[in-house]
């Protein structure tokens, strides 16, 4: 097996298969409003430190090959946060959505969210970057905005029911596949590893459908301390496990050996 070796910020280095990169990277970033406050900073300094990771794990996601990298960037239940707060992480949306990290990158940037709860300077501008970047292609990022799967699946099962309601679809013909196509994620793949930042092991209403056969990451750290070696301690622990999706482990390394 071919093995490229990514070095570490640190002297260690971690082995990376790179014919096995997940696809798709789903993010959890948490953690920078308590690193900011042990740093005795307001939290809005730990979204702004925030920002620079996500500039930096971009490129290095991209560099690696994954193509799709989804992050978990503000709840709806975030809505019920200090009006301050959010007043300033709106405003990190509008002045981090920069050309450079998008065209020196070719990434296509994607949102997936209540939309119409955002500001409207911020919802223009999230638009403004759909269609400025939808000719890129080397990764697409995904910011999950005003976002939780509740409301997603909530979302999907009206859109359903209505379609039911006016005859264009069979109650009996709903499955799995329908339901996907009602779902803002559409687009993409489900996300083949999920890593959350900061300590915490839940999943916090993210992608609660989509996850149902990803593999799961949690580390310490916090995000803004999270860096490209973190991410390849990561996606190497991916590289470990065996992914079977209801199948056993024999049924598994016989279709491997077919192969």
């Known amino acids: 097996m071919l093995r490229k070796l990514f070095k570490r910020h640190t002297s260690s280095t971690v082995n990376i298969d790179e014919h096995n990169v997940p696809r798709h990277v ?5 953690g920078n409003g308590r690193w900011a406050t ?3 900073k307001p ?3 730990g979204h702004q430190a925030g920002v620079e990771t996500v500039r930096r794990i971009t490129s290095e996601c991209t560099r690696l090959g994954v193509k799709y990298l989804t992050l978990y960037t503000f709840s709806t239940e975030n809505w019920n946060r200090p009006s301050d707060e959010i007043a300033a992480l709106m405003g990190l949306v509008l002045t981090s959505l920069e050309d450079e990290i998008f065209m020196k990158n070719n990434v296509r ?5 209540d939309i119409k709860r955002l500001p409207v300077a911020v919802a223009e501008k999230l638009k403004e970057t759909i269609e400025h970047t939808a000719n890129n292609n080397a990764m697409t990022m995904v910011v999950a905005l005003s976002y939780s799967a509740r409301w997603e699946l909530t979302e999907a ?3 359903i029911a209505i379609e039911v309601q006016k005859g264009e679809q069979k109650v009996e ?3 799995e596949n329908i339901i996907n196509k009602h779902l803002c994620t559409n687009f993409m793949p489900d996300p083949d590893l999920l890593i959350r930042t900061g300590g915490e092991y839940r999943i916090s209403n993210y992608l609660l459908w989509q996850l149902a056969y990803s593999e799961l990451y949690f580390c310490d750290t916090y995000w803004p301390d999270f860096n490209e070696a973190d991410l390849h301690t990561a996606i190497a622990d991916y590289q470990k496990r065996q992914r079977r999706f209801g199948k056993t482990e024999k049924q598994i390394e016989t279709e491997q050996r077919n192969k």
Not at 26 to 30: F, H, S, V
């Open 173 to 175: 013909d709903i499955d």
């Open 109 to 113: 940037f994607q949102v997936i969210g």
């Open 26 to 30: 789903a993010i959890i970033m948490d």
């Open 38 to 40: 042990e740093r005795n």
């Open 43 to 45: 939290r809005s300094y």
């Open 157 to 159: 099962t009206k859109q």
